[in-house]
Structure formats: C-alpha cells, structure tokens
T-cell receptor, first 113, second 115 residues
Framework: SQTIHQWPATLVQPVGSPLSLECTVE??????LYWYRQAAGRGLQLLFY??????ISSEVPQNLSASRPQDRQFILSSKKLLLSDSGFYLC????????????FGSGTRLTVV | GNSVTQMEGPVTLSEEAFLTINCTYT??????LFWYVQYPGEGLQLLLK?????DKGSNKGFEATYRKETTSFHLEKGSVQVSDSAVYFC??????????????FGEGTQLTVNP
C-alpha cells in the first residue's frame, strides 16, 4: 500500500534562517507531488506541484522553492525565512492518471519567530 | 478556471443534529468531486468522492451526491457526533490530460459539534 511521510511535525525557526521540509512517498511510482500551505483559520494554498523528477511548477511567487531530486521525494526550502512563512505545510501525492484525489501527509507546523 | 465555493463557517450543532454543508463548483468538462476532512492538528483525509453525475459518495454516515444540473456536491449527515468536529473541504479534480489531476479546494468549513 502507498504511504506518505512528512517531517518534521513541528518546527520553530528564527527569521532569516533556512528551511528544509521533506516529503517521501512509498509504494507507488511516478506520483504527482504537491506542497500546500494553510495559514491559521484559512484554506489551502497550493505552493508547488511536480509531475516528475526535476519538474517543478510554482503557483505563487514567494521566497520558497521546491525540488524533486528523486521520483518519490519532494523538498520544500527557503534560504531566509520570513515571519509570514509561518503556517501549516502539507505535502500530498496523487496518481498521474485516474480519477484524481490526493493523499496527504500529516503536515508540518512551522512557526517563524 | 475551476473554482469551488463552500458554505461559510463556522457551523455549530448539537449532537445528533442534521448536517448540511453546501458546496458548488465551476469547471469545464466533467470533474471528479471530493470531500476531505481535517481533524485538529492533522493533515487532510479523503472522506468521500464521486466521479460522475448522479453518483453518491458515502462514508462514516456522510453522503454527497454529484448534481451536474445544479453544479453542487453538498455534504450531509443525518446525526452528527462530537467526534465529527473538524474542518471540511470540498474539492474538484480537473483531470488535466498532460499533467495529471490537480485539485481545486474550497475554503473549508469549520464544524463544531457540542454534546
């Protein structure tokens, strides 16, 4: 069966520090991968999605970046965090073909102080 | 482009009350429709889905029917429990041909059920 792992679960980082959040998927090949951010009390904002190794599409301009060095690994990074980067970050995967639907990771609560 | 509009929350109900959370959508073609649930501090979980018109998705006592004529996918439950307290997201899949499926989410509806 397919599983998705996301870590760390919580993170407190100072303004200006770097960020690296990792997401890995097991039990499937060539998944579509996604990073979402959820600010407190608000909906989901799609940040990045990837349909293959090295293929990254950005939905919103920001100081975050994403990389996909392996088929089932998706990394969210920043060189210098801002206060406004605080939020709940969710990774998700979906099959390339099919009727859609995502499986989400358990999320990372990031607080920038 | 695709969009999903959800009933604004928060919604507060007493245990055993009837629940409806409205969801309407705008899309080209024939999207699949989903309801996700997010319990406090957790990621989203798929609650139910419907892939074509008149399909009814159901799970854990929740139901939603894909209504193409009204472009709606309202979530219902006959008798809610305290454990149903969560945020509920309606979503649609555009099933893009060249890039695989992508989901468009509504803003989410916070449900609180009091004992």
């Amino acid at each position: 069966s397919q599983t998705i792992h996301q870590w760390p679960a919580t993170l407190v980082q100072p303004v200006g520090s770097p960020l690296s959040l990792e997401c890995t998927v097991e039990g499937t090949s060539n998944p579509n991968l996604y990073w979402y951010r959820q600010a407190a009390g608000r909906g989901l904002q799609l940040l990045f999605y990837s349909v293959g190794i090295g293929q990254i599409s950005s939905e919103v301009p920001q100081n975050l970046s994403a990389s996909r060095p392996q088929d089932r690994q998706f990394i969210l990074s920043s060189k210098k965090l801002l206060l406004s980067d605080s939020g709940f970050y969710l990774c998700a995967w979906s099959a390339y073909s099919g009727t859609g639907g995502y499986t989400f990771g358990s999320g990372t609560r990031l607080t920038v102080v | 482009g695709n969009s999903v509009t959800q009933m604004e929350g928060p919604v507060t109900l007493s245990e055993e009350a009837f629940l409806t959370i409205n969801c309407t959508y705008t899309a080209t073609g024939y999207p699949s429709l989903f309801w996700y649930v997010q319990y406090p501090g957790e990621g989203l979980q798929l609650l139910l889905k419907a892939t074509k018109a008149d399909d009814k998705g159901s799970n854990k006592g929740f139901e939603a029917t894909y209504r193409k004529e009204t472009t709606s996918f309202h979530l219902e439950k006959g008798s809610v429990q305290v454990s149903d307290s969560a945020v509920y997201f309606c979503a649609l899949s555009d099933r893009g041909e060249t890039s695989g499926s992508r989901l468009t989410f509504g803003e989410g509806t916070q449900l609180t059920v009091n004992p």
